[in-house]
């Protein structure tokens, strides 16, 4: 039974919704500590049974990389694959070839050739063509204008600008640069003849020559050159991999011609370069994990070493648990990978992420070990331990669970993947910390017994210096003392008021941030900062218009011999040049019907409708839109059309998308066909959509389950409501440091929020939970412990994050020093808001005790063999949660009090034998009698070899 009066000052005694809830939190928490404890004492009594199996479940785990699968297709990883524009574009491509992979070769010309229109140098231009062309097997992948394989290069399409010389590189001979310009000027001007993608010279022109100048008709100068060789998209995943070889051939035969070429500066781009790029960017720096690994290693072992004190150090301990993070992040990898979860690179950072939660969490329990009493036997050590710092370390990992399992519905397939291992990951490292950590800490605690150095433990500890205290002696730490002394200066008046306008301040800038942050996305970040994909990227930007031609297809079945279905038609014209993100220039094959048929007089309307087309496409001017029209089988109907229009020159992803989304809207609004626009690069750009949306979804569920999860740990909803609003302080201000960073909302700083939130609440979860377990009377004594308590290990373990991910600063992607940002800004701003700002709202907001008494059905006793202490009036728990028995009257352990006040209070239960003395009965059937205490070998000890060495130590 654990109904409990109940009074708070947030919650009148008289509802019984505050009383169940308190009641839940009691049982709960006590529930956590006790079964934490009962599973410390158990591994800490089959050390050597722990360990074993933890390493074989480990290795079972990790058989799942045989079944290691990676994926690198960005239209896997970025797109969503439920948009509209995948769908669209799979229903165009029924009648359109519109799902088309480009190779790109361009040449821009050098310094000391201004004007690369001369005879020479198209001579090198024809080089680099006639590598393309004579690459093994390009006729079969190649893509035709008829549906029939192709037998010859010459039957390929491609938008090539040697072909004003139809690819006859003699033509050449004898010619002049004025002569050349002539014969250019002359394909320009021709309407009548069709390149080899079924379209006229100029309607090519600007995707063919780069920074082109033409005087009175006549094209005079160009500075680059671009050619484009369109190869097919197959679905299937065999003739695909056949197709990225011949890509993988392509990209090495051109980057094999870049100092052959004297006339020009060459770059080349394949449809797999994004992937490739992807890829490397992210290899590239694998040895940063391992330098990030040795940097975290050897700060936890300065940390814990202790190096003043040969005999209670942790160094070797530290190594352990960073061994345990190691093996939970490979077995989270590897039942990924069981489960056929692909691997992306994205999941590279990883270890940075759980390598820093993990060693947060060792720091706490070994943290919480030093301040147990030396006269505890290692089961009661390890079992205490583990009663009172695994339930706040279960806390923050439950969250950090809960916010990436809830982030793998998000509609990215590349957030997707990386949240389940990130996920799995997480808990693993759990997992391992609180077995094979703990293992080894039991074996470390028998270390200190038996007075063994720390480094060496083949080697006693010299004896202390005569009148200092034992080595063992629980005594505060350095850090710890200065974290106490932290919290007394935060709950000082005037640095509170400080504290509240910093926050308040630093709000109001994130605010102000979320409103300035921007979507762009400049595709060169994926790329290495040498990569020949980035140098591409900002060639064609400078030297090419990156005007996208958008297809507006009609697929509804309609009778185009009606009037009215013309006038349609050709309202999507207007519809397209009206929007001002697309050039008053249209491609509509309806216009020019209607005014062919208004000039020749001709009736273009029922039974007249079909003829006078097929008549219309005859015609040489006009048969360039064959290309925009889908016939039956039998040539009876027409079943589909399409009308181009030209997005306006930028390669903003923001101009791009709101040029998407606003076209499609107007066409929904105002036109009663069934068409709609589609580009290949819409699925791209549709990542640009749904940005926005996703993040904020993401951060509203994670905010919800930061309540869920929190809440019965942190029993008083006030202060569960601080901890959401610090999280959510937290990421305001992470946007506004985007904007100082420069860092645009994407799909990579997005999979960095989803990391932030775990680790916004991480920082100040730990101290708000030491805060409502603490039994300090004031708020400000509350705050003051909770600082002294965990403040420190929440302070070394972002120190150590924090040096994990410096390194990433330095690396060669672009990626990794965007996570480096975020990290930056996680960490400082985590730490900031845990250890000051959080305190301090505690203390202001939380500072009404609450006040909960058993009834008298409930007999709880806490049996520790250090001993019981009976407390006679109250004991304050949690949010100043006070606890007293009906009988006035509760067992407490003793080691939770130091032994300053045992002697102060006396409350110490002990048996008194027939000779007056005390004595204290443990578990282990180790008595302290009369004060001396008799260490007999515990069963558990005599199975794993230990003996007793002298009086007052346990020996190996």
Request: glycine share 6%; with cysteine.
């Amino acid at each position: 039974n654990f109904l409990f009066g109940y009074y708070s000052c947030c919650c009148p005694r008289r509802l019984n919704l505050c009383l169940l809830w308190s009641s839940f939190c009691s049982w709960f928490l006590r529930s956590l500590e006790r079964f934490f404890g009962w599973f410390g004492a158990g591994i800490a009594k089959r050390p050597l049974i722990t360990i074993p199996l933890c390493l074989v479940f480990v290795s079972v785990c990790s058989v799942g990389f045989v079944w290691f699968q990676s994926e690198t297709r960005t239209e896997k990883l970025f797109i969503p694959q439920d948009s509209k524009s995948i769908n669209d574009l799979e229903i165009a491509e029924k009648y359109f070839r519109v799902k088309i992979r480009e190779e790109i070769i361009l040449l821009v010309a050098l310094p000391g050739n201004q004007n690369i229109l001369s005879p020479e140098c198209l001579r090198q231009a024809f080089q680099a063509h006639n590598a393309v062309i004579e690459l093994e097997s390009y006729t079969n992948f190649c893509v035709t204008l008829s549906a029939n394989k192709s037998k010859s290069p010459e039957e390929c399409v491609m938008i090539n600008p040697l072909e004003f010389l139809q690819f006859n590189e003699s033509k050449l001979s004898g010619k002049d640069p004025t002569q050349i310009q002539h014969e250019l000027s002359k394909a320009y001007n021709d309407t009548s003849s069709l390149m080899r993608n079924g379209r006229p010279f100029w309607f090519n022109f600007n995707r063919m020559f780069g920074d082109a100048i033409r005087k009175d008709g006549i094209v005079t100068e160009a500075k680059a050159l671009q050619m484009i060789y369109l190869i097919q998209d197959p679905s299937d995943d065999e003739t695909n991999e056949k197709v990225l070889a011949w890509e993988k051939n392509f990209v090495d035969k051109v980057a094999s011609l870049v100092d052959k070429l004297p006339c020009f500066e060459v770059h080349y781009s394949s449809e797999r370069s994004l992937d490739d790029a992807i890829a490397e960017s992210s290899g590239s720096d694998v040895s940063l994990v391992a330098i990030t690994f040795t940097i975290m290693i050897s700060f936890a072992c300065f940390i814990l070493g202790k190096f003043l004190n040969p005999l209670t150090g942790h160094s070797l301990l530290a190594n352990a648990g960073v061994f345990a993070v190691a093996l939970g992040i490979l077995a989270g990898l590897g039942l990924g990978m069981w489960f056929r979860v692909p691997f992306i690179s994205l999941v590279g950072v990883l270890p940075f992420l759980v390598l820093g939660v993990g060693i947060d969490d060792m720091f706490i329990m070994v943290d919480e070990l030093d301040r147990q009493p030396r006269d505890l036997s290692t089961v009661e050590k390890i079992k205490a331990v583990m009663k009172h710092s695994a339930p706040t370390v279960c806390m923050t990992t439950m969250t950090d669970l809960v916010a990436f399992a809830v982030s793998t519905s998000t509609s990215f397939p590349a957030i997707r993947y990386f949240c389940i291992y990130a996920g799995l990951t997480v808990t693993f490292s759990f997992l391992m910390i609180v077995t094979y950590f703990v293992a080894i800490m039991s074996f470390d605690v028998r270390r200190i017994k038996s007075g063994r150095r720390d480094c060496l433990p083949f080697c006693h500890a010299p004896p202390p210096k005569e009148g200092a205290p034992a080595w063992d002696e629980p005594l505060p730490q350095t850090s710890n003392r200065a974290m106490e002394y932290w919290g007394k200066f935060v709950t000082k008046p005037t640095t509170k008021i400080v504290v509240i306008f910093l926050s308040l301040s630093l709000l109001g800038a994130g605010i102000y941030g979320v409103t300035q942050v921007d979507e762009e996305f400049d595709r060169r970040i994926l790329a290495k900062d040498d990569s020949y994909l980035k140098r591409f990227l900002t060639a064609q930007q400078n030297h090419f218009e990156l005007s996208l031609p958008v297809s507006i297809v009609e697929t509804g079945g309609v009778d185009y011999g009606m009037s009215s279905t013309q006038e349609q038609i050709r309202a999507l014209t207007s519809i397209v040049t009206e929007n001002k993100h697309y050039k008053n220039l249209s491609f509509s094959w309806m216009d020019a019907f209607a005014q062919y048929a208004k000039k020749s007089n001709k009736n273009i309307t029922g039974e007249w409708f079909l003829p006078e087309l097929k008549a219309f496409l005859r015609i040489p001017d006009f048969a360039y839109f064959n290309q925009d029209l889908r016939f039956s089988a039998d040539n009876s109907k027409l079943e589909a059309s399409r009308i181009l229009g030209f997005m306006k020159d930028s390669a903003s992803s923001t101009f791009r998308k709101d040029a998407m989304i606003t076209l499609r809207e107007k066409i929904t609004e105002r036109s009663k066909l069934n068409a709609f626009p589609i580009n290949r690069n819409f699925i791209f750009i549709e990542q640009y959509a749904i940005t926005s949306r996703e993040t904020i979804r993401n951060l509203l569920i994670a905010g919800l389950t930061v309540v869920i999860i929190t809440s019965p740990f942190l029993v008083d909803f006030t202060v569960t409501l601080l901890v959401l609003l610090n999280f959510a302080a937290l990421i305001c201000e992470l946007f506004g440091l985007m904007v100082i960073w420069g860092v645009s909302l994407n799909t990579v700083s997005m999979v960095n929020l989803v990391m932030a939130i775990g680790f916004a609440v991480d920082y100040s979860a730990h101290v708000a939970h030491a805060y409502v377990t603490s039994d300090k009377a004031t708020a400000n004594e509350r705050v003051i412990e909770a600082l002294s308590t965990l403040g420190a290990s929440v302070l070394m373990g972002g120190e150590c994050t924090f040096l994990g991910m410096v390194i990433l600063a330095f690396a060669a992607s672009e990626i990794f020093r965007i996570f480096f940002k975020m990290f930056f800004g996680i960490v400082v701003l985590g730490l900031l808001h845990g250890l000051c700002i959080m305190p301090v709202y505690l203390s202001f907001m939380c500072w009404k005790p609450v006040v909960i008494k058993p009834s008298s059905t409930e007999d709880e006793t806490e049996e520790m063999s250090g001993g019981v202490v009976r407390q006679k009036d109250s004991q304050v728990f949690g949010n100043g949660l006070q606890l007293a028995s009906l009988a006035n009257e509760e067992e407490i352990p003793a080691h939770r009090k130091t032994a300053s006040q045992l002697s102060e209070d006396g409350t110490q239960a002990q048996q008194i034998d027939k000779n007056g003395k005390g004595s204290t009965q443990r578990d282990d059937d180790t008595v302290i009698d009369g004060g001396i205490e008799n260490k007999g070998i515990t069963s558990d000890e005599e199975e794993l070899g230990f003996k007793s060495t002298d009086e007052n130590h346990i020996g190996i």
